[in-house]
């Protein structure tokens, strides 16, 4: 039967080629394809409330309604963008309120999804109204966040989903382990994968003639938030091992500079629009992930799905991926 669903994020593409939160909204047009209305609440707005129909020309069942953030949401996450400006926790305090007025003015609503369980999840179970099922998505970030903090929050808020009775999804089995260690209690979620949109990308010969990359040389790509816990600097280091490789970056971030200074022989193509991403990891000859914070990495999933094989550091559920994927090579 068709339902009424909001979907909660504070990360959501702003075009297709825009590649922040796509596998939320792989998910919300999933949802609406199946015939479901679903209305996403996100960030990224300049008004206290932006609402568009349009934003979704190939889904006109998904309404997104942008609030205003404070610029707290959006590239390169949330947890940088507060680390470069503290003062932006306020703005995401004030979502958080709007997010919560927004699902009772729009509502009501048979379903409600809420993506990361800190910021979006926990504030949505306390007020979430009491008519809706509640299902929180962890993702590998907000999971080792929670992690981090005293004992007694862990606890508390992995008790706060108990008691609204939220279904609870993870993306990893690593990320549910990781919160069972931290609070001491179990935690009934089930494992599953975002889905993954991977619009037409050409072949390898095809898309290195796109790139203006010689047919013959060794590419290793490597695509990444430029932020101190992707490691790409390992990434780079263990490439210089490699002779006669070509390496490009696809990404930005707060280390972009001094990475470039760091590895002068490599290139560093900034962030590029989706379906160029797309195009480098299929150029390549491998793509390489050294971040050990990872749940369910997406450019290797993008990698995997168009036959480029990866080297991975450790991370998420890799090793389990690996078991079923030769062209997957896990790294202690």
């Known amino acids: 039967m068709p339902e009424r669903i909001a979907v909660v994020t504070t990360s959501y593409p702003t075009s297709d080629e825009d590649p922040s939160g796509h596998f939320v909204r792989a998910e919300a047009r999933a949802l609406a394809a199946r015939g479901h209305a679903v209305t996403v609440i ?6 206290p409330a932006a609402c568009s129909d349009a934003d979704e020309r190939t889904s006109p069942r998904v309404r997104v309604v942008r609030l205003a953030d404070g610029g707290a949401c959006g590239f390169p996450g949330v947890v940088a963008r507060l680390r470069e400006r503290p003062r ?54 907000d999971a080792r966040l929670v992690a981090r903090l005293p004992p007694p929050i862990p606890r508390l808020v992995l008790a706060t989903l108990r008691r609204r009775g939220a279904i609870v999804r993870a993306v990893s089995h690593d990320s549910i382990e990781l919160l069972e260690r931290a609070s001491g209690c179990s935690l009934d979620a089930q494992v599953m994968l975002p889905p993954l949109e991977t619009p037409s990308v050409p072949a390898r010969k095809a898309a290195r003639a796109e790139l203006g990359v010689e047919p013959e040389r060794r590419l290793m790509v490597v695509v990444a938030r430029l932020v101190p816990s992707k490691r790409v600097h390992a990434a780079l280091s263990a490439a ?93």
Request: aromatic share 6%.
């Open 88 to 141: 932006r926790a306020f703005g995401l305090s004030a979502w958080m309120l709007r997010a919560r007025r927004a699902l009772a003015r729009l509502g009501p609503f048979d379903r409600v999804i809420a993506h990361w369980i800190v910021p979006a999840a926990v504030p949505i179970a306390v007020t979430a109204p009491s008519g809706a099922r509640l299902e929180i998505v962890i993702h590998g970030s």
């Open 42 to 47: 996100c960030g990224g707005g300049d008004a």
């Open 240 to 332: 210089r091992l490699v002779p006669d490789l070509d390496v490009v970056v696809v990404g930005d971030g707060p280390e972009a500079r001094s990475l470039a200074r760091a590895f002068p022989e490599a290139r560093f193509v900034g962030r590029v629009p989706r379906s160029t991403a797309l195009r480098w990891i299929a150029a390549a000859d491998v793509l390489v992930s050294a971040s050990p914070d990872e749940g369910a990495p997406t450019s290797i999933r993008e990698a995997r799905a168009l036959a480029v094989p990866v080297v991975a550091r450790r991370a998420g559920d890799l090793e389990r991926w690996a078991e079923a994927d030769p062209g997957l090579f896990v790294l202690p």
